[in-house]
């Protein structure tokens, strides 16, 4: 099982979680978090005092699923959240040792 | 449906007109039927005595109806419209402390008014002070004292200068928000209320008092709502309150954005429609003489977000919300002591140099020479109050309020403009007077204070926040789900 936390612009958040329900994607988790990479931010004023903000607000999705969809919803989340500019963002992919479904305790690829 | 003003001055005077002729056709009747004799004559004298009553009945329930109007707007104004305005300027874990410093004065300053302030302020007294006459609010009743208002009751007058002094103390937060205990700021407050607040008001509006223009001080310094009163004193005080306790931690280096400008954008426009009360109401009548203040209140006010909005467009190319409520304000500041003595015109030009000049002292000098005025409570109220009351002395005109009369009555010149060049020198002994009795009184009791309870918060409380540190209490209760 490999989880895939994918950063991308905020404005992305709708198109990519359309993208991702159509593969068949079924749970997802969604963080408003704020960073950067090589994108600059902006700078704000407030009463004469300017004030740089460089940490910008992204979205993050975070979903694990089995190791034979990884590359289709990566290819997915890509093209839905891709403009091609600076700020589109990163998707990482990490190995998940266990799941365990709550409900009822199953484990696994069946708990996914 | 509401009486327009045209038809109700239509049927008082056809009223007058009835009443006029049933008088007219009684006297008549007392030369038809002479052995009536005196009676008849006895009898108009009654009707006419008792007309001149309704009469003066009716003019102070229009005057107390707009007084007890102008009373609640002003209380507006510290609840929640400064509440609101200084709220969003703090950072979010700040907001409740800052909102309850202002809140607490409508519950602090009212009680000491009832008890003894009201005496200090406006009881007969010396030039600088009042007496004890009135302690408990002995001898305030419904009837009129002539020396401020022939026609409300003496409550209502003393309800409406409660108000002012309620938003005066509740300015001065502005400058030592986010560092300063809850204690201590109840225990300066209560000392600047009458160490300070009720000398000035006393001098400036309170019977015999130095620099009352209305009933002959020694030195009449214009000011209609309280320019010096009210906004210098607080201003300057802010000032020598943010240059004691110091700076905020991590100022100027770190963020400190405001956490909500949508909260002091609705706290401004609070501002804006109480002021009507602050200054408007300071005609203490309904008549043409509040209209006039209503009316050079409004189009200061409208100026100066253009002045202030013209100097941060040549800035910073942009012109911000917080910009533009900030510069309304500072128009309102400095209108307040011309209010009721300027004209229409005169009150544009006011407000677009204090938007302008507040713009400034807040953007550029604040910066340069480094102080953590949190709030801009000196670089608004203090400065613009000063700017204020100075251009008051130019452009006051004796044809919209005839202040200044000779021994014969005639009426004399009020400011520059009329020719009355000495006026701008009473101005300044006016102001000079607020900035030094706010500077030596704020230090006093800044030090009482100080070796007392102790000013500042501890570095610990200060990152914690003072919601939580001081109130135990948090703005925002959203990051945890219930």
Redesign the interface.
């Known amino acids: 099982m490999t989880k895939i936390e994918a950063i991308i612009q905020t404005s992305k958040l709708e198109s990519v979680k359309n993208a991702l329900h159509e593969i068949g994607v079924e749970g997802m988790t969604v963080l408003e978090v704020r960073g950067h990479g090589r994108q600059k931010g902006h700078t704000?004023?407030?009463?004469?005092?300017e004030?740089?903000?460089d940490l910008i607000p992204k979205i993050k999705i975070e979903m694990v699923v089995s190791d034979d969809a990884v590359e289709k919803v990566t290819r997915a989340i890509v093209a839905s959240a891709q403009t091609g500019k600076i700020g589109d963002g990163k998707i990482f992919l990490s190995r998940i040792d266990e799941a365990v479904r709550i409900r009822n305790e199953e484990r696994g690829e069946n708990a996914l | 449906m509401s009486i327009h003003g045209g038809s109700a001055l239509r049927l008082g005077r056809f009223l007058s007109a009835c009443t006029l002729l049933f008088l007219l056709s009684s006297n008549l009747w007392g030369f038809v039927a002479p052995e009536l004799g005196s009676n008849a004559g006895d009898a108009q004298a009654q009707r006419i005595a008792a007309l001149e009553q309704q009469t003066a009945d009716a003019k102070s329930s229009a005057d107390n109806a707009w007084m007890l109007t102008s009373s609640a707007l002003v209380l507006m104004m510290t609840g929640p419209g400064l509440a609101l305005f200084y709220g969003g300027l703090v950072r979010k874990k700040n907001v409740l402390s800052t909102m309850l410093q202002s809140f607490a004065m409508m519950a602090v300053i009212s009680v000491l008014w009832a008890l003894c302030g009201y005496s200090l302020a406006f009881g007969p007294g010396s030039s600088f002070i009042g007496g004890l006459h009135h302690l408990f609010l002995h001898g305030v009743g419904l009837q009129p004292d002539a020396a401020y208002s022939a026609t409300i009751p003496q409550q209502t007058y003393m309800i409406y200068q409660l108000m002012f002094a309620i938003i005066t103390p509740a300015l001065i937060t502005g400058a030592f928000a986010e560092r300063m205990k809850f204690s201590a700021m109840l225990l300066f407050m209560i000392l600047w209320s009458f160490l300070v607040y009720d000398p000035m008001a006393h001098m400036v509006w309170g019977k015999s008092g130095v620099l009352n223009a209305a009933l002959g001080g020694h030195f009449p310094t214009l000011d209609f709502a309280g320019g010096t009163v009210v906004h210098v004193t607080s201003g300057v005080s802010a000032l020598v309150c943010a240059l004691y306790l110091g700076r905020r931690l991590g100022y100027?280096h770190e963020?400190m954005?405001?956490h909500s400008?949508v909260l002091s954008f609705v706290g401004a426009c609070m501002l804006w429609v109480g002021w009507f009360g602050f200054n408007a109401g300071s005609a203490l009548a309904s008549g043409g003489l509040a209209t006039s203040a209503f009316v050079a209140t409004h189009f200061g006010a409208a100026a100066a977000v253009i002045g202030w909005a013209a100097a941060e467009w040549l800035?910073?190319r942009?012109v911000?919300a917080?910009?533009a409520i900030?510069g309304a304000v500072a128009g309102l500041v400095a209108i307040t002591p011309a209010a009721g003595f300027v004209g229409p015109m005169s009150a544009l030009l006011i407000g677009l140099i204090a938007g302008a000049f507040c713009?400034w002292m807040?953007?550029?000098v604040?910066?340069r020479f480094g102080y953590d005025d949190s709030l801009?409570a000196f670089g608004v109220h203090g400065a613009g109050g000063t700017l204020g009351a100075i251009l008051t002395g130019i452009f006051a005109s004796s044809a919209i309020n005839p202040i200044f009369k000779d021994a014969n009555g005639n009426t004399l010149a009020s400011g520059m403009i009329e020719g009355n060049f000495h006026q701008i020198l009473n101005q300044l002994v006016g102001v000079a007077i607020a900035w030094g009795l706010a500077i030596v009184g704020t230090l006093v009791i800044l030090k009482i204070v100080d070796v007392t309870v102790g000013l500042r918060v501890s570095q610990e409380h200060e990152v914690m926040g003072l919601d939580l540190s001081q109130h135990g209490e948090e703005g925002y209760y959203w990051e945890v789900s219930v």
Not at chain 1, 44 to 49: S, W
């Open positions: 704000e004023v407030y009463r004469g005092r004030y740089t903000v | 100027p963020a954005p405001p400008v800035r910073n942009k911000s917080l910009g900030s713009f807040v953007a550029a604040k910066a801009d």
